[in-house]
């Protein structure tokens, strides 16, 4: 079983910056790869970026691509999210996911996913 535990989620103003954590335990913790999604209220979970555990190759949604950078600390079992220039529009709880086969956007191919913390960027 493998556990993930987000955190560094807050309220912040437009402009702002913020990073997300994401640490991993587990004794059969081994993914191909990891991966950010976000949920907004009223809305459907979407894709935020995803990395390769091993090559560190990464992926993002477009929208997202510039201003978000996703990152890991293998020896940490971490993964990061740096967000940069946050919008109201960005206002969503975040949640990291673990795939162990596959890789991409696809939220239903991911096998662990943590609770989430929350980001929020007022109007």
């Known amino acids: 079983q493998v556990q993930l535990v987000e955190s560094g989620g807050d309220t912040v103003q437009a402009g702002d910056s913020l990073r997300l954590s994401c640490t991993a335990s587990?004794?059969?913790?081994?993914?191909?790869?990891m991966g950010w999604f976000r949920q907004a209220p009223g809305k459907e979970r979407e894709f935020v970026a995803t990395?390769?555990?091993?090559?560190?190759?990464?992926f993002y949604a477009d929208s997202l691509k510039g201003r978000f950078t996703i990152s890991r600390d293998s020896a940490k079992n971490t993964v990061y999210l740096q967000m940069n220039s946050l919008k109201p529009e960005d206002t969503a709880v975040y949640y990291c996911?673990?795939?162990?086969?596959?890789?991409?956007?696809?939220?239903?191919?991911?096998?662990?996913w943590g609770q989430g913390t929350q980001v929020t960027v007022p109007s």
């Open positions: 996911a673990s795939v162990t086969t596959g890789w991409g956007d696809r939220s239903y191919d991911y096998d662990y």
């Open positions: 990395i390769s555990w091993n090559t560190g190759r990464t």
């Open positions: 587990g004794r059969t913790f081994s993914p191909k790869a």
